[in-house]
């Protein structure tokens, strides 16, 4: 199942190691999930989870992304033709639209108000509670 990943699901993932969060990242890099990610989202990912306010380390957030990148799908989506409310989520949308994702997990449903034949946008407690019974 190909999934687009928000930043804030990795940082909560990788903050509290027994969230909703966290288990969408082990699936991630087990293989159970497929992310999907373009240039702009891995950039965004690298600078947030660089940030000295979280404390992660430089060497395992590269050595996470690679992983990310290794079992992940990179697509280079066309840009939207309507906005959104913030346009820095936009990347996430197109990238899932471009690579048909089945699912955007994001814990800011609010900023991707759009319908998309196919695309849900789910919280990632929303993804977890459907993953086990689907």
């Not at 066309?78 to 471009?98: G, K, M, N, Q």
Request: aromatic fraction near 12%.
């Amino acid at each position: 199942m190909i999934v687009v990943l928000d930043t804030n699901v990795l940082v909560s993932g990788l903050l509290k190691p027994f969230s909703s969060s966290a288990a969408i990242l082990r699936f991630a890099v087990s293989g159970l999930i497929r992310p999907a990610y373009d240039f702009r989202i891995l950039t965004e990912y690298r600078e947030v989870l660089n940030r000295p306010v979280f404390g992660f380390d430089r060497g395992s957030v590269e050595e996470f992304l690679r992983q990310f990148e290794d079992e992940g799908l990179a697509v280079s989506p066309p840009l939207l033709s309507f906005r959104l409310p913030d346009p820095w989520d936009e990347p996430f949308l197109e990238v899932a639209i471009e690579s048909a994702a089945a699912v955007l997990i994001t814990g800011n449903k609010r900023h991707f108000p759009v319908k998309h034949a196919g695309l849900r946008i789910l919280s990632p407690s929303e993804f977890i509670a459907g993953f086990q019974h689907g």
